[in-house]
């Protein structure tokens, strides 16, 4: 294979019998099912980072690390960062068929969303910021206030606040709920005597009970969660999954066919891996990682590992981020991920190769991933006139050589990206993508729930 892959390297296209994918799935080992909630050492991931060069896997065979993501790690590490501490990113991990630490030939896992957004008013509670009533959709950071319901509406932490200079009410005496004080005195929910300035937050209910803005979170002075922290080392919370990590009531992201040393150390994959990364504006960047495998130590008692996860952003996928603006990288919210690496200056930063020569004769200055996933050769991806102001992909040139371009309405409109095409057998054709290395750190949780009901 690997004679065959620095041929395909050198001609920039393989196809017919040479076809060899990479990621081919492992077949589940023999063991305990994967039933959510029911496995054993609860963990939560409490640092997630770009690694460097040398931390990347050998995805392709040649004996190299693969890791060209680590160019831009330095970028996109506050962000990580910061999403994490509040707690904008929160993954859980459950193992399944390990009763105990020890060496096994077959340990399985799941990897989960936590935190649920229960009213489906796109506000979660325990994030900063966040909603401070999931039970009501009509609250919610940035909802009108509703003069005289009792209620912090736009969880600002009062109630019925006062026209535009948002003062505390201070009309309002009358202790509706019985719990001793009135939205005058600082009740931010006069309706709920769970709920009043003062009142120790209680952790998953969904509620405010502080009154300090944010359901299922008490803060300190610098925006750091001080109660209900899904981190904590000293005060174990239970977390709520997310619905989205779960389809048919089986986790999204599972590992089915892993193995654990007698040093403790677990390999698992290939598998997908996907964590959703808040940036700015109501904006994720969705990092969905194909071929993914995983390697980390568990501790004796089960309770942290420190590991690494290596894979695949593939063409296909990084087209579908969009709306983000990160001027480093000449990436603006109309463009993609895709186009800010194939048709601006990211390439150059990952040092991504240049395709071959019969290709750039067309399509000058077209790059390559550095990953042939389907085994067919590199694909291509170009920007047809890369002198004009548009840095868009907006041709496709697979393996084999056979060109795909936008599809455009009459008015110019795109209606089909070009990695959106398929085969005959409607699998998609643009798969091959760009390497990344993440490393993370666990700890321990007290329990994973079903997702919150309001």
Do not use: W
């Not at 020569?357 to 200055?365: A, E």
């Not at 389907?374 to 393996?399: H, Q, Y």
């Amino acid at each position: 294979m690997k004679k065959a892959l620095i041929i395909c390297l050198l001609v920039g296209a393989c196809g017919g019998d040479d076809k060899h994918e990479l990621f081919t799935p492992k077949p589940e080992c023999k063991g305990d099912a994967i039933t959510p909630y029911m496995g054993t050492f609860p963990q939560v991931i409490n640092t997630l980072n770009i690694g460097s060069v040398q931390d990347g896997f050998d995805l392709d065979g040649d004996g190299k690390p693969d890791n060209k993501l680590a160019a831009v790690g330095s970028l996109a590490m506050s962000a990580i960062q910061s999403s994490i501490k509040n707690t904008e990113i929160v993954i859980p991990i459950e193992f399944f068929n390990l009763p105990a630490v020890a060496a096994t030939s077959c340990v399985k896992f799941a990897i989960y969303l936590g935190i649920s957004d229960a009213d489906g008013d796109g506000k979660k509670p325990v994030q900063h910021n966040g909603d401070c009533n999931d039970h009501d959709p009509n609250i919610a950071p940035g909802k009108p206030e509703v003069d005289g319901n009792h209620k912090d509406d736009d969880c600002d932490g009062l109630a019925d606040e006062n026209g535009s200079d948002n003062s505390p009410n201070t009309t309002e005496t009358t202790d509706m709920d019985g719990d001793g004080q009135s939205v005058a005195q600082g009740d931010c929910d006069d309706t709920n005597p769970m709920v009043k300035k003062g009142m120790p937050e209680i952790c998953g209910d969904g509620l405010d009970n502080d009154c300090d803005g944010v359901a299922d979170r008490t803060e300190d002075g610098s925006g750091n969660s001080i109660a209900c922290d899904p981190f904590s080392t000293t005060d174990l919370q239970d977390i709520h999954l997310d619905p989205l990590s779960l389809m048919a009531g089986q986790p999204q992201i599972a590992f089915t066919s892993g193995t654990i040393d007698k040093d403790n150390k677990i390999v698992a994959g290939p598998g997908t891996f996907s964590v959703n990364i808040p940036v700015t504006n109501g904006i994720t960047l969705d990092l969905k990682i194909s071929g993914a495998t995983i390697e980390g130590t568990l501790s004796a008692d089960g309770t942290t590992m420190n590991g690494r996860l290596g894979g695949v952003i593939d063409a296909k996928t990084a087209d579908t981020i969009r709306g983000l603006n990160v001027s480093q990288i000449g990436l603006t919210p109309q463009q993609s991920l895709l186009d800010a690496t194939f048709a601006n200056i990211l390439g150059s930063l990952l040092a991504l190769p240049k395709a071959n020569k019969t290709i750039l004769k067309m399509y000058p200055d077209c790059r390559t991933p550095d990953i042939d996933v389907d085994g067919d050769g590199l694909e291509a991806f170009c920007d047809s006139d890369p002198n004009d102001d548009v840095k868009e992909v907006d041709t496709c040139i697979d393996g084999d050589g056979k060109v795909y371009k936008d599809e455009k309405d009459g008015s110019g409109n795109v209606t089909k990206q070009c990695t959106e095409f398929t085969d005959a057998k409607g699998k998609p054709l643009f798969v091959d993508g760009i390497s990344v290395e993440l490393n993370f750190t666990t700890t321990k949780v007290k329990s994973l729930k079903p997702p919150a009901t309001p």
